[in-house]
């Protein structure tokens, strides 16, 4: 007995020197910079170490990193009630509707969410009373026995964008957990980990799979997870190394320069921004952290922020209801909100040290929790869940005020022919006026809630829309512009946005057609006007309504291949439909301290 922990401290050394020596050799080869390495042998390393740990305890509690802390183990306690899976969902060859593959997808990503809250709430507990560990490990046990089975199930796209994130998620949480895992654990969680990345790390070297072609963003959140597997890892199985070098160079030679436009979004959708980064940041935090290796350093761009202060508009309450397409973020997806973009921009406050991105994500009134999602499948009802609120309370940075910049811009153009959007502010104040324009389709924000959304399908990731043929986004300070020829397809010649601040908005769209708009709440319509409980109001000044109905448009989430989603809570929207007048439509918005003109 006398001899065993000499025997472990023994076993340590040479596993350290085994990291080390990768190290090493991998400088040699350009993969980590010439200089210290900062190699990690033990656990936790990923995202922070056993030294820091007990400081990441002694503030979970101050500040707003209580409110964090407090949304988080309100997660945690929901994830612990949960029954850890014990039964693999195969692939079905035949899947007209995409069902089995959003089975398979909503299973991974609930259970990378649920393993991952689980044990970072243990990791952050006080050791005399964590009631999350035996969950945690469980679910990790369970995680690894069902999801190992993905060793023998032939890569593809579809499944990589899956697969690999659950992976990542067993690697995380047995970083977190290793010291309180027995070694017959860690052998089975190493083993389903290895089997999956073996499959994957050859499936990756096809030419089709290898770099530039692949999808962008699908690129990113299969690498990102990919190489934190390999970082965990690193120094206790040979095949890490490889899969490290194939991580960075994906990286490099690919994603960093090119998976986000020149303007700082994502070529598909602005919410795959928002993902982007978020996985770029989870990989990049840990390499440099065991490796040394900054590529934060070598792409100082690679996290831009410019799209969250273009289109972030309002706070987001801690409710599943709240999950709303355009509540707190415009042209987002109902699970693609401010709760969604959060994590991100409390990073982005910490790595730059700007309040503006703090102040902003300090919105989000669930900050740290689990994110529940819309999204469940309709038979097995497997439910869409996001896990990155221990990210945030990871991130958060007490000493970043959350302020509003000086010379902030409120004018933005994102040009890209595949984006093609542009926005316009009337300031940042929570409940100001931000308005959005999406290839033609316009968006209003204003007093905290949608008051236009256009109903041109402009916003269809799956289904792009051309571009308009001209956009023009032009800002004095005192009145911001934006104007945009078309979209033909709709028959609209000409549109015009002009923002004068304080707060008042016009728009004036030259069309033979009828424009339709959805708008959120209740306001009270009076004649021409609709005038919301906030005294917000929205005037028609030319054209006639022809049409107003209260439930003429109910957000029914569906997929491309036809299938429609268990939604835990429909939202059905009233519908206006204004007759243009000379060939125009004309409308005013005011906020309730501007007067009316």
Known sequence: MTFRPWISLAVRCLAALGVLFVAALSAAEGD???????????????YFTAEELPKIRATRTAG??????????????????????????PTIADDPRYENLYDRFYAAMHDMAIVETLAFASAFSDTTADPYFEPARNWLLSAARVWGNEAKNAPDASKAYAVLRITKGMAVAYDLLFDRLSPPEREEVRKAIVGIMEAYYTFFQLPSTAGAGYNKHHGSVDASPFGVVALALLGEVPQADAWLKLAVEKHVKYLLPQALTPSGTNDQSSNFWASTLLYRIQFIE????????DLLREFPDALPGRIALAAVATSQPNELTANECNRSVLFGPNYGQLNYWSPVLVYLAHSQQRPIYQYLALWDKSLGSLQHTRFITPTHHEELLFGTGPYALL????GVAATIEPNLPLAFGFPEPEVNEAYLRSSYDEHGLVVGMKKGGIIIHAGGRAVLVDQLPTNDANKPAAPVEEMLVADDGKTALMRCVGPKSADIAEQVVRLSRPGTVTVDRTTKQPMNWWYMDKPQLEGNRLRWSDRTELTIESGKITEHKLDGYTETPVHFGGMKFADPCPRTYATIKVEPENGHVQIRVQLPDEPRK
């Open 286 to 293: 840990p390499l440099r952290r065991i490796t040394g290796r």
């Open 32 to 46: 980590v910079p010439q200089g210290r390495p900062n190699v990690a042998a033990s656990h936790p390393r990923l």
């Open 64 to 89: 707003h990193r209580a409110l964090i802390w407090q949304n988080m183990v309100a997660s945690a306690d929901w994830c612990r009630k949960q029954p850890p899976r014990t039964e693999w969902i």
């Open 395 to 398: 991130w958060y940075d007490e």
